[in-house]
């Protein structure tokens, strides 16, 4: 039977699944693939973590240079996260004549062009579905079964984290601090949660999986980004009285305007089918020019659920022996004929704090109609009333980012009423 052995770079959250998986589905997957899959080495510092998942100690590697030059080994697992020493050991491993399977979505979305380049040169195999959406076999899905369509757009809830946090915010009514720190222990949360609260994990997905669907390099660079550091409870709750929920949302568009990609706090209407997506789990929903609507939907973190996603590359690297690489021109920056949509067009949950006299809803409606605005929904939150001023909620009709800027501008700028926020919403 043939066999290939893997050695895994990093055993934290991932690394520790990845290894479960293999070693406790050795049999079947001889039984079904016809194939051995065996962990021949892993690089981890922590040598009593390696010990402590049942490794035996000659297979812990001491460095990296160890992991390339052993014979044994045919795919090297890249779990570590970061760019460096990641990049260094993947480039090591490709260059050695190895494939790899990674997980690593900041080091492939910013060196994808370095890392495919090498693995062509070398003639080896280079997987990634595990970079995003954890378990939901997006990439693979978009390599291959969607090849028939024009993506026209995709929106997901792409960070299991901060989905996390803001369905334990809206449900529980708890504070955002704690429910971090719950996140965090259960090991949905990046080492550092700045990648994860401030929106550059969703971006850096957002970067591939959008570049994958619209056939062009969308570096990171391009997508606007905002997180969920200033999300305000009273807005969840709000918006919950109004039939929306919060989610971190990521959006990617193509038109003949051109591409439009961005991470930012978003209502979702109840009813919408992302609007069910809760906690850790994650959804992707594309739009296809033939197709129409795909939804995935799965758990985006966690040891097993990436693992699955990490060991789907393995037995396909390991039962494969020609290789596809990406859809699109993989160079580092977008080509310099691709235009980005930067004025977007969405509705708008804006929030003021007015005083309740008579005439300031009219000014505040003045203002928006000046600038193009048109109002869908008005609730005044009386019992909120406070030293004369109490909040407004309005929703937009469809409007262009640049138009609400202004019009917030020139609201905050009279005696009557300020704005204190304003969200983005899809209906
Ligand atoms: N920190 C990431 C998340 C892990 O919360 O989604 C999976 O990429």
Redesign the pocket.
């Known amino acids: 039977m043939k066999k290939v052995g893997i050695a895994i770079l990093g055993l934290g959250v991932v690394g520790g699944g990845t290894y479960k998986i293999l070693s406790e589905h050795r049999e079947f997957y001889k039984k079904i693939h016809g194939v051995d899959i065996v962990v021949e080495s892993v690089l981890e510092l922590r040598k009593e973590r390696a010990l402590s998942l049942g490794i035996e100690e000659h297979k812990i590697a001491s460095n990296i240079a160890e992991v390339c030059s052993n014979p044994d080994v045919d795919i090297v697992v890249e779990v570590m996260g970061g760019v460096e020493p990641a990049k260094t050991f993947v480039l090591s491993a490709l260059n050695a004549g190895k494939s790899v399977v990674t ?1 690593n ?1 900041e080091l492939f979305c910013k060196y994808s062009h370095e890392l495919e380049n090498a693995a062509k040169k070398n003639n080896c195999g280079l997987f990634y579905e595990a ?4 378990g939901v076999p997006v990439i693979r899905t978009l390599l291959d079964n969607l090849q028939g369509n024009k993506i026209l757009s995709m929106m997901g809830i ?5 989905n ?1 946090i803001l369905t334990k915010m809206s449900n529980d009514g708890a504070s955002y601090e704690e429910v971090l720190k719950e ?1 965090q222990k259960l090991g ?3 080492a550092d949660s700045t ?2 609260v401030e929106g550059y ?1 969703a971006a850096y ?1 957002l970067s591939i999986l959008s570049s994958l669907s619209f056939h062009t390099k969308i570096p990171y660079t391009k997508i606007y980004r905002e997180g969920i550091t200033g999300v305000n409870a009273l807005d969840i709750e709000y918006g919950k009285r109004m039939g929306y929920v919060l989610k971190l949302l990521a959006i990617g568009k193509n038109s003949d305007s051109g591409i439009e990609v961005r991470v930012h706090p978003t209502f979702i209407k109840c009813g919408h089918p992302l609007a069910g997506v809760n906690d ?1 789990f ?1 959804a992707v929903y594309i739009t296809g020019d033939s197709v129409e609507d795909v939804m995935l939907y799965g758990r ?2 966690g040891a097993l659920p ?1 693992g699955s996603a990490i060991v789907g590359d393995v037995i396909y690297c390991a039962t494969h022996d020609n290789f596809n690489y990406s859809t699109f021109k993989n160079t580092a920056s977008a080509a310099p004929s691709t235009k980005f949509v930067t004025n977007f067009e969405s509705a708008y949950y804006i929030r003021l704090s007015a005083k309740d006299k008579a005439g300031v809803l009219s000014k505040v409606s003045a203002v928006l109609s000046k600038h193009g605005i048109s109002v869908a929904q008005v609730v005044q939150e009386d019992d909120k009333k406070s030293n004369g001023v109490v909040p407004i909620i309005l929703i937009t009709h469809l409007t262009h980012e640049k138009d609400v800027n202004k019009a917030v501008d020139e609201i905050n700028s009279g005696e009557l009423a300020n704005v204190d926020s304003v969200i983005r919403v899809v209906s």
Do not use: Q
């Not at 970079?131 to 954890?134: A, N």
């Open positions: 997980s979505k970079s995003c959406v954890g792409i960070n299991g984290t901060t996390y996140a949905y949360a990046e990648a994860d994990d997905k850790s994650n985006g973190a990436t």
